[in-house]
């Protein structure tokens, strides 16, 4: 079950990062709740193409991930190039690196919910 539900994380990153939003619904609930918010695929796909459009070159990387089943936890390395601010710090056009600790709860094969917590003090630390 554990290799499944890493194969399923897997795939769930390779759409994002083709950035295949009409293949979303395959990999994420209707339902979808991100750290305690309900926004459902459409509110999830929203955030996501804001994400992009805010970082051109953003490519999600898996360091490391977890299984237990119905759990995948995921460190996720990210070096891109926001256009203007993010978290509220002003990057500017720079590249910077920094770490994502996310937890994922499936059910039914797809992602129900999200908690999320960026490394911000790691993109301080480079401006």
């Not at 309900?38 to 991930?65: H, K, Q």
């Not at 996310?102 to 911000?120: L, P, Q």
Request: glycine share 6%; aromatic share 10%; charged share 30%.
């Amino acid at each position: 079950m554990a290799e499944t539900l890493k194969r399923r994380y897997r795939a769930y990153l390779d759409c994002l990062n083709r950035q295949a939003w009409d293949e979303l619904d395959r990999h994420v609930s209707t339902d979808v709740h991100h750290n305690g918010q309900p926004l459902g695929v459409d509110g999830y796909r929203d955030m996501l193409l804001a994400d992009f459009e805010a970082i051109p070159d953003l490519r999600f990387e898996a360091e490391r991930i977890v299984c237990d089943p119905p759990h995948v936890a995921a460190r996720l390395l990210f070096r891109c190039t926001p256009r203007g601010e993010f978290l509220g710090l002003p990057v500017n056009g720079r590249t910077v690196s920094f770490g994502e600790n996310a937890f994922y709860e499936f059910a039914d094969g797809r992602i129900s919910a999200v908690w999320s917590v960026i490394d911000k003090a790691a993109i301080e630390a480079q401006l």
